[in-house]
């Protein structure tokens, strides 16, 4: 799989980062949630690097914090991961990428 960085928002002593992919999807870097391997919690300024007229394709979940949690599929691709810089504390997942009018219900986006 390859990346193309579309942004990064550093805070926190954490880099969360945004990837668009060569497979029409989005690889979210952020920090770990404890005991979900498949989910992670990015601030909400991340999303102001989606691209343009597109959202993430999953459910956000707003912490009350000025950050969101979402679940993916782990990413587990060699090559990908070679082209990351994830600290001990931040994990990444790729996840589908919406374009807008893809779906009515209401989510957060950038």
Do not use: N
Request: overall charge negative; proline content about 6%; hydrophobic content about 30%.
């Amino acid at each position: 799989m390859q990346l193309r960085f579309l942004g990064k928002q550093t805070q926190g002593g954490g880099s969360p980062t945004l990837f668009a992919t060569d497979r029409d999807t989005y690889v979210v870097q952020g920090w770990k949630v404890p005991d979900d391997a498949t989910s992670i919690e990015i601030p909400a300024g991340l999303l102001r690097h989606l691209e343009h007229g597109t959202r993430l394709g999953v459910p956000l979940h707003d912490t009350g914090r000025d950050s969101y949690i979402l679940s993916g599929a782990a990413v587990t691709d060699p090559e990908a991961l070679s082209q990351m810089d994830i600290p001990g504390h931040e994990s990444c997942v790729e996840v589908g990428k919406e374009r807008e009018g893809d779906r009515h219900e209401a989510l957060p986006h950038g």
